[in-house]
């Protein structure tokens, strides 16, 4: 997909419900690392590229749509780790292609491993690339990925 924003804008780095939670919630699956740990990789990464993050997390799925719309024209890519909306929202779906920039999911565990109803995304058919099962370094991998594509 084509960006419609300057190639160096920032990067939008957008949790989902619950990611509040990484460091307390479930470590065997999730690990120890906390939400703000991710932030400041992604921040390091970003900065080896001369890029600007810009991060948020949101439990509710309308807060997250919001941002979304806000990215149109402003953020140059988005990185997303939609948690469990990933396999129930239609509406996150839609909202991501609004801003038309390209975007790449990632999941902390890998969720093909997991339960069945972890396997189907409404989001990776529209995003550029899909990380999962690299803990949050598939942040990092997101980060770089993108800072040398968009």
Do not use: K, W
Not at 44 to 67: K, P
Request: with cysteine; proline share 5%; charged share 15%.
């Amino acid at each position: 997909m084509e960006t419609s924003v300057q190639a160096t804008g920032p990067i939008l780095v957008l949790n989902g419900p619950n990611l509040n939670m990484l460091g307390t919630r479930q470590p065997q699956i999730y690990g120890s690392d906390t939400l703000d740990d991710v932030v400041a990789l992604c921040e390091r990464t970003a900065a080896r590229f001369g890029r600007e993050v810009v991060a948020f997390q949101s439990n509710h799925e309308g807060a997250l749509i919001d941002r979304i719309h806000q990215a149109r024209g402003v953020e140059s890519a988005i990185v997303v780790n939609p948690g469990g909306l990933t396999h129930t929202s239609v509406a996150l779906r839609d909202a991501l292609v609004i801003p038309e920039v390209p975007i790449v999911e990632v999941h902390i565990s890998n969720v093909h491993a997991r339960e069945e109803f972890r396997h189907h995304s409404f989001v990776s058919p529209i995003a550029t690339a899909v990380i999962a099962g690299l803990g949050i370094q598939g942040y990092a991998a997101a980060i770089e990925f993108l800072s040398t594509r968009v």
